[in-house]
């Protein structure tokens, strides 16, 4: 059996990733930032805890044996910033954290490094006549100090695999959803099962995304395909929705009505700009389609998951949560 070590242990990615890596006969190893989260990993994953990324200076302990490492831990958005300077931190955390461990993974013998970026890397929206959907060739146009210290980290990845040999594997998704994610999408499918009115029949649009076990399925691949080292890859359900067609399906998965009516978008951006919160408005009322054929092309992966069964599965989830 081959050591894997996933940083991140308690995100709803990691919690996805674990019973698939067992199933398939891997030795996990996760990082934990306190002793309480030990108890949220399941039988059989070993438990380090670490802290936060920033402050582990030596990663021997957790890296010896291991094969593959795949990184998720990192410094998320903020959604009310109170650093005085927020790319500072998140360099310190996203780029230098990410440095140290890919050369210590290097120096331990790691053969392979598999690193969940962001599709923000690629910039904000696709609405653009001549943009309609990013591709790994596109220029990367990150716009915030999340996107920026994600492509940094990128970069940093790349120059160490270079000088070590250290395989690097670089998957860009878009919004994840599933049970327990949190975020936006926790928040949309909270209102759409309480019934609130939500003036977004009026969007045009079309957004890409991508559920949770279609990304473990994707990251899963990544770990050991022979084609997949030192590449870049987005991934996505490839089923692309506008956020009125998106509200439909999560209603028909939860068994509630669509509570959808008309109201002029330009209104809707003056109300996010009043409110403070034009980057949610932004996202639900932009376009951001993602072209996902490298991945299946290249390392013969296709989504397990269509859309319908990924928000069945979130709905079933939210609902527990409610009895």
């Known amino acids: 059996m081959k050591n894997i070590l996933i940083t991140g242990g308690t995100g709803f990615i990691a919690q996805a990733l674990f019973p698939v890596l067992s199933a398939e006969r891997w030795n996990v190893r996760t990082t934990l930032r306190s002793k309480k989260s030990l108890a949220q990993l399941p039988k059989g994953v070993q438990g380090f805890v670490t802290g936060n990324l920033e402050n582990v200076s030596d990663w021997k ?3 010896d044996g291991v094969d593959v490492v795949v990184h998720l831990a990192a410094r998320v958005h ?3 910033e109170t650093t005085r300077d927020p790319l500072a931190e998140f360099r310190q955390v996203n780029v230098a954290g990410t440095e140290r461990l890919a050369r ?3 120096e331990a ?3 392979r490094l598999v690193y969940i970026s962001s599709i923000g890397v690629n910039g904000k929206k696709t609405n653009k006549s001549s943009q309609r959907c990013y591709s790994e060739v596109n220029p990367p146009l990150p ?3 999340y996107t920026i210290s994600k492509w940094e980290a990128e970069q940093v990845l790349l120059q160490v695999s270079q000088e070590t040999g250290l395989e690097i594997v670089i998957l860009r998704p878009p919004l994840v959803y599933g049970p327990n994610a949190p975020g936006n999408f926790d928040r949309l499918i909270n209102l759409v099962y309480r019934g609130f009115p939500l003036p977004l029949a009026s969007v045009k649009n079309s957004r890409s995304f991508i559920y949770v076990g279609n990304l473990v399925s994707a990251i899963i691949v990544c770990v050991d395909h022979p084609a997949a080292a030192n590449q870049t890859f987005l991934v996505s359900d490839r089923e692309d929705v506008s956020t009125p067609e998106l509200i439909r ?12 009516f008309p109201f002029p978008p330009s209104l809707l951006y003056l109300a996010g700009r009043i409110t403070g919160q034009l980057e949610t408005v932004d996202r639900l009322l932009n376009s951001l389609v993602i072209d996902s054929s490298k991945i299946c092309r290249e390392l013969n992966w296709t989504p397990p998951y269509s859309m319908e069964q990924g928000l069945e599965e979130t709905a079933e989830w939210f609902k527990r949560q409610e009895l």
């Open 61 to 63: 302990p957790l890296l």
């Open 78 to 80: 903020v959604l009310k």
């Open 104 to 106: 210590m993974a290097a």
């Open 109 to 111: 013998g790691v053969q």
């Open 143 to 145: 716009y915030d100090p």
């Open 249 to 260: 399906r999560i209603a028909y998965a939860l068994g509630r009505p669509a509570r959808l």
